[in-house]
């Protein structure tokens, strides 16, 4: 099955921005409606931004205007591009699909957003 590696997580000011990054194995990948999830402390798992196949996008109402997702599906890469962080957007990051069926999920990448 697609193996995915989140990467570009760390330590932010609030206000600051982060790059995160998804790698996933497959090239089936370009196929697949994606999603970056988070997790924080103490909460489940939420969705916070979808990517289609095609590239188009939509966000939950907690990151709208401020995280914007993207991906090159030659190169089997996703994007979250998050700025303007909040304390609340503290939690551990993981990209899957945003389909019927979730790939196995990976590490994730943890941001911590505080002063």
């Known amino acids: 099955q697609v193996q995915l590696v989140e990467s570009g997580g760390g330590l932010v000011q609030p206000g600051g921005s982060l790059r995160l990054s998804c790698a996933a194995s497959?090239?089936?990948?370009?196929?697949?409606?994606m999603g970056w999830y988070r997790q924080a402390p103490g909460k489940q798992r939420e969705l916070v931004a979808r990517?289609?196949?095609?590239?188009?996008?939509n966000y939950a109402d907690s990151v709208k205007g401020r995280f914007t997702a993207s991906r090159d599906n030659a190169k089997n890469i996703m994007y979250l591009q998050m700025n303007s962080l909040k304390p609340e957007d503290t939690a551990v990051y993981y990209c899957?699909?945003?389909?019927?069926?979730?790939?196995?999920w990976g590490q994730g990448t943890q941001v911590t957003v505080s002063s």
């Open positions: 899957n699909t945003a389909e019927s069926v979730w790939w196995d």
């Open positions: 497959g090239s089936i990948f370009r196929f697949y409606n």
């Open positions: 990517i289609t196949s095609g590239g188009d996008t």
